[in-house]
C-alpha cells in the first residue's frame, strides 16, 4: 500500500497538467500552489517521501507565472510545453521505473527516483522511449489534437532527449533544472517553427542512437555522452540532411578511436585523459556546439546557406584536428614547443605543438575535407578541399594558443578552449568566404 502511495505521489504532478485546459492558467497557478504547500509540509513531517513531488509542483508554479506574463505581453507560450515536460518526467519517469523492477523482478518496495546513472544504459534508452510517447499523448491532450502530428512528434523526441540528458548528468537541483530544462528545450525548438517529417526524424534518432550505443559499447563514450551525441545527430540530421551528419561521424568515430592509441603509453607519462579515455557530454558539446547551432541556422537562413555550410564542415575540421594533434602529438618522442615562445616545454602542457602533432592535424582536417568533398558537401575540387583542411589547421593551432595564454592561467578550461577555437575556426571561414 505503502509503495503504491509514494508512486501517486511523484506522478501527481504530472496528472495536475490535465486540469489546465479546464481552469486555465490563473487557476492552475493555485491549484499548484496548494498542492506544493501541501507536499512542503508533508516532507517535514515524513522526511524526504514528498521532496521530489514537492519539488517538481514548485518548479510548475515558478513556470506558469511567465507564462502568463508573457502571453498577457503578446508573446507565445503555450501551455503543451509545460505540460510535455512534466509528463516526461513525472509520469515517465515513474513509470520507466516500474518497469524496470517488473522486468527484473525487483522485490524493494522502495521508490527510487534516481534510477537513471551513467553506468547502465538500458534504463535510458527505456526512459527516452516513454518519454516519447508520454509526451506526444500529452501534445496531444493539452492542444485538443490541433497540433500537427510531425511537430508533436519531433518536440516529443527533443524534449525526452534532454530530460534524459539532463537526468543523467550529477548535478544539485536535478529535479528544478531537469523539468525547467526540458521545457526551455521544447519552447526553443517550438517557437523556431521547424519540424522533420516522421520519416526524416525516425532515420535520425535510429542512426544516431546506434551509432552513439556503439560508442558507449566501445567504452568510447558514456551514458551522457551517448544521449548528448544522439541529440546533436537528430538535430543535425533533421535540420539538413544525412550526410552532413557523415563529417560528425568522422569526428566522434576516429577522435574516439585515437583517444585510445597508445593509451597506456600516455597514461605512463601522464597527459592521457581521464577515465580510460571515455568520453563524457562536456566532450561531446565542447567539440560539436557550433556545429550543432550552424545546422538550426541553415533552415533559419536560406540565403546563406552556402556559407553556413563551409563554416559547419571548418568547426568540425578543427574539432577533428585539434583531437589528432593531442592524441598523436602527445606520444612524440621529440619535446614539444610552447606555441607562443617556441621554446621546449614538458610533455602534457596546455599550448605545447610538436611536429607529429602539427601533422595530425592537417590530417584530421583534410578527412574531413575529403568526406565533404566525396558526399558532394563541397566541390571535389582542390580549392574547396583546400579550405576545409586549412580551417581546421588553423582552428587546431588557435585550441593551442588559447591553451597558452587562458587555459594556463585558468580563464578557460580545456572543454571551453576547445569550444572557442571551433567557433573562432567556423566564424574566420565564414567571413573569409564572403569577402
Not at 224 to 230: E, G, L, R
Request: charged share 10%; glycine share 6%; proline share 3%.
Amino acid at each position: 500500500m505503502d509503495q503504491h502511495y509514494n508512486r501517486f505521489q511523484i506522478l501527481l504532478p504530472g496528472f495536475l497538467v490535465f486540469t489546465q485546459p479546464v481552469i486555465k492558467d490563473h487557476g492552475f497557478a493555485l491549484l499548484i500552489l496548494i498542492t506544493s504547500l501541501v507536499l512542503f509540509i508533508k516532507n517535514n513531517t515524513t522526511a524526504k517521501q514528498f521532496q521530489r513531488s514537492f519539488n517538481i509542483s514548485i518548479s510548475l508554479f515558478v513556470m506558469v507565472l511567465p507564462k502568463i506574463v508573457l502571453n498577457n505581453c503578446g508573446y507565445t507560450f503555450d501551455f503543451y510545453v509545460i505540460g510535455a515536460a512534466a509528463a516526461i518526467i513525472a509520469i515517465a519517469g515513474p513509470l520507466t521505473e516500474i518497469q524496470l523492477r517488473y522486468l527484473s523482478n525487483h522485490k524493494n518496495n522502495t521508490f527510487d527516483t534516481y534510477f537513471l546513472t551513467e553506468k547502465t544504459a538500458k534504463p535510458t534508452l527505456l526512459y527516452l522511449f516513454n518519454g516519447v510517447i508520454i509526451a506526444s499523448l500529452t501534445c496531444l491532450i493539452l492542444t485538443g489534437n490541433t497540433i500537427e502530428f510531425r511537430s508533436m512528434l519531433f518536440l516529443s523526441v527533443i524534449g525526452s532527449l534532454t530530460a534524459v540528458l539532463l537526468s543523467v548528468i550529477p548535478h544539485a537541483h536535478k529535479d528544478f533544472t531537469t523539468i525547467i530544462g526540458t521545457a526551455m528545450a521544447i519552447w526553443l525548438f517550438a517557437n523556431i517553427g521547424y519540424t522533420a517529417e516522421p520519416a526524416q526524424l525516425m532515420v535520425a534518432i535510429t542512426i544516431a542512437l546506434l551509432l552513439s550505443y556503439a560508442a558507449y559499447k566501445k567504452d568510447v563514450a558514456d551514458i551522457s555522452a551517448m544521449i548528448a551525441a544522439t541529440l546533436i545527430g537528430v538535430i543535425i540530421i533533421s535540420f539538413t540532411n544525412l550526410l552532413w551528419f557523415a563529417p560528425l561521424i568522422a569526428f566522434f568515430s576516429i577522435g574516439g578511436g585515437f583517444t585510445k592509441y597508445k593509451y597506456e603509453y600516455k597514461k605512463a607519462k601522464g597527459v592521457a585523459e581521464k577515465k580510460g579515455g571515455v568520453r563524457s557530454y562536456t566532450n561531446v558539446f565542447s567539440n560539436s556546439l557550433p556545429a550543432f547551432s550552424l545546422a538550426i541556422s541553415y533552415q533559419a537562413f536560406p540565403a546563406y546557406q552556402n556559407i553556413i555550410l563551409i563554416a559547419y564542415l571548418a568547426s568540425l575540421s578543427t574539432a577533428l584536428g585539434d583531437t589528432l594533434a593531442s592524441e598523436i602529438g602527445q606520444t612524440s618522442k621529440s619535446q614539444p614547443r610552447m606555441i607562443t615562445t617556441l621554446k621546449k616545454t614538458t610533455a602534457g602542457t596546455d599550448g605545447g605543438i610538436t611536429l607529429a602533432g602539427e601533422c595530425a592535424s592537417i590530417t584530421g582536417a583534410f578527412i574531413i575535407a575529403m568526406i565533404a568533398a566525396i558526399t558532394q558537401l563541397i566541390p571535389f575540387h582542390p580549392t574547396s578541399i583546400l579550405v576545409i583542411t586549412f580551417a581546421g589547421l588553423l582552428g587546431t593551432n588557435i585550441d593551442s594558443f588559447l591553451g597558452a595564454t587562458l587555459q594556463q592561467k585558468k580563464l578557460l578550461s580545456n572543454n571551453g578552449v576547445n569550444l572557442a577555437s571551433t567557433s573562432a575556426s567556423a566564424v574566420i571561414i565564414a567571413i573569409c568566404t564572403t569577402l
